[in-house]
């Protein structure tokens, strides 16, 4: 990451277009690094939400300005 896609976006656009189901898969994990301590999947995803929340107000006030 970052350039994981870069170097391998064309292999599974192909894999997308030609809808094989054994080689198609869904990234997961990237960010677990980002896990202090304990937690649940609920608390992550309100953590998640809040976040975006939060930086899609930056970006309005950015266009707003």
């Known amino acids: 990451m970052p350039f994981q896609q870069a170097l391998t976006?064309?292999?599974?656009?192909?894999?997308?277009?030609?809808?094989?189901?054994?080689?198609?898969?869904?990234?997961?994990?990237?960010?677990?690094?980002?896990?202090l301590g304990e937690t649940s999947v609920a608390a992550q995803t309100a953590t998640l939400v809040k976040e975006m929340e939060e930086a899609w107000s930056r970006m309005e006030a950015m266009v707003h300005a």
């Not at 656009?13 to 898969?25: Q, T, V």
């Open 9 to 35: 976006g064309h292999v599974f656009a192909s894999i997308h277009e030609h809808h094989d189901g054994w080689l198609i898969h869904e990234a997961a994990g990237q960010g677990v690094f980002g896990i």
